[in-house]
């Protein structure tokens, strides 16, 4: 993300109040600030940076920013992801765990990152016993899974070739959240296999392996990526609240990094003191 910081435009910051029509400009990151711009800074006085946008994907669009005593917010809809998929909001703190801090990719300014990403839908497979003909039907299943994609869900096949029992095997795969595939004797002799989904305890045999397939993809769920995002600064945080769901999706980190950044509120402040005006 790119940072701008602009030359002040004093008249934009004469306006004492913050008007409905003000809100409903998209606070750009090129350019001079504009009203919702003035805006955020207004809403949370003391803070160092405010939230901008360098640009929205295909699909995508942007809704009021919404200024209170405190807080400023505006959020993003999609087409594909939600409606709305993020909020932005900036207030002047933010509750965050160094457990959570990740390298920022805006200068002066932390990152923190509380999300779950769930793109993908899981498959061990056992071959059961010693057997070369088990072994090499399991491993056969992930050759003809991989690249396949289940309601926009990339299928996650593995061998578990450890040398517990079976039903330790299962039990750790369904702790995962994990389809477990089964491959007997029989099984590799006659082209078949034994499904035990995650959240079943009845086991399906003499499957054909895309009945199997057709039956995970029956239980699947969209793919998510839901949690928040902390860029905390001097004077306020800005928290990116994301609840998105649906085909793309596994791209939405990506893009939001292009699609947003920030100004530089101090910046914006000094040149109005500069320019005569009363700014605290």
């Excluded at 504009?34 to 955020?40: A, H, K, L, P, R």
């Excluded at 795969?173 to 305890?201: F, P």
């Excluded at 600064?233 to 893009?255: H, K, L, Q």
């Excluded at 920030?262 to 003191?273: L, S, T, Y």
């Amino acid at each position: 993300m790119r940072r701008r910081i602009f030359v002040l435009l004093p008249l934009l910051l004469a306006a004492s109040s913050c008007s409905s029509q003000l809100g409903r400009s998209m606070p750009e990151c090129e350019g001079d600030p504009s009203g919702t711009v003035i805006m955020q800074i207004q809403s949370v006085p003391r803070t160092s940076f405010v939230p901008c946008v360098n640009a929205l994907e295909a699909g995508w669009e942007f809704n009021d920013v919404e200024p209170r005593s405190g807080l400023a917010e505006f959020t993003i809809d999609s087409d594909r992801i939600g409606d709305p998929f993020i909020t932005v909001r900036t207030t002047s703190t933010c509750e965050v765990s160094d457990e959570d801090r990740k390298t920022s990719d805006e200068r002066d300014i932390s990152l923190y990152r509380d999300v779950v990403a769930d793109f993908e839908e899981s498959v061990v497979i056992i071959p059961e016993g010693p057997n070369d003909a088990t072994l090499a039907a399991a491993q056969s299943i992930v050759v003809e899974t991989f690249g396949l994609r289940l309601r926009d869900r990339a299928v996650d096949a593995r061998v578990d070739v450890t040398e517990a029992s079976t039903q330790d095997r299962i039990e750790v795969a369904h702790a995962d959240g994990a389809h477990v595939i089964t491959v007997s004797i029989r099984d590799a002799e006659e082209g078949t296999v034994s499904l035990l989904m995650a959240d079943e305890v009845q086991e399906r045999t003499g499957l054909e392996l895309e009945d199997a397939l057709e039956r995970i993809e029956d239980g699947v769920a969209p793919p998510s990526y839901r949690g928040s995002w902390f860029y905390v600064f001097e004077g306020g945080c800005t928290e990116y609240r994301f609840d998105a769901e649906g085909p793309g999706v596994e791209s939405v980190a990506a893009e939001i990094q292009r699609s947003l950044s920030f100004i530089d509120a101090v910046a914006i402040k000094d040149g109005a003191r500069s320019a005569g005006y009363d700014i605290p």
